[in-house]
């Protein structure tokens, strides 16, 4: 499968980018602190054409843009968000990684909420584990809206305990829930996390338990 070219047909003066659709390498091109190629970027994480690869690198390049332009990237953000959320819902699990990653730059954003709102969406109708560890990890930078991301982990927490797994990338993203609710100071959690040291899963997932409620004791 092939870029379309319609999406790359963009050529910026100076040998910029050019228009091969057959090379998604060509995104290695766009430099930081160049906010011109945002709209193309988008496009390549929208597009239902664009191989995994080249929206998994569009969405880091979305990331390092917006963290590097500083102030220049607020004035990008909305449309940043557009394909974040486009990555997120991606039936590739490698993109839906990608887009959680590319996230949590916007923390203090104007966009914070909407994507915190997206993550945790995404993180309570996730069933991938190493997704699952994407979105709760995204989440643990969210502090200033716990609100919407305790109901969705502990959702997986229950998933968890009604259905046990165990893989290590089960018990790894269960680790991320477990501590990313340690950070938001969920006290809802505290019950469900006791059950966890109960449960069958592994030393290091209880671990993770016992340490996140210790944080709620504390706080």
Do not use: W
Request: one cysteine or more.
């Amino acid at each position: 499968m092939r870029i379309r070219s319609c999406i790359l047909t963009t050529l910026f003066i100076g040998g910029g980018l050019y228009a091969d659709s057959s090379r998604p390498e060509i995104l290695d091109r766009i430099r930081d602190y160049d906010l011109r190629h945002s709209d193309l970027l988008v496009k390549i994480v929208k597009d239902p054409e664009t191989l995994r690869y080249a929206k998994v690198r569009a969405l880091e390049k979305i990331s390092v843009l917006y963290q590097q332009s500083k102030t220049e990237g607020e004035l990008v953000a909305q449309r940043y968000l557009d394909g974040i959320n486009a990555g997120l819902v991606h039936k590739s699990p490698d993109v839906r990684e990608a887009a959680c990653g590319a996230a949590i730059v916007f923390k203090e954003s104007a966009v914070a909420q909407p994507i915190a709102t997206s993550v945790s969406k995404a993180l309570k109708e996730e069933n991938h584990p190493v997704v699952i560890a994407a979105c709760a990890h995204t989440l643990s930078a969210y502090t200033k809206f716990p609100d919407l991301a305790i109901p969705a982990l502990l959702a997986k927490i229950e998933k968890y305990l009604t259905d046990f797994q165990d893989s290590s990338d089960d018990e790894k993203a269960l680790r991320e829930v477990c501590h990313t609710l340690g950070i938001l100071k969920a006290r809802k959690s505290f019950i469900p996390l006791l059950k966890l040291l109960q449960s069958r899963y592994d030393e290091d997932v209880k671990s993770a338990a016992q340490e996140a409620i210790q944080a709620i004791r504390v706080h």
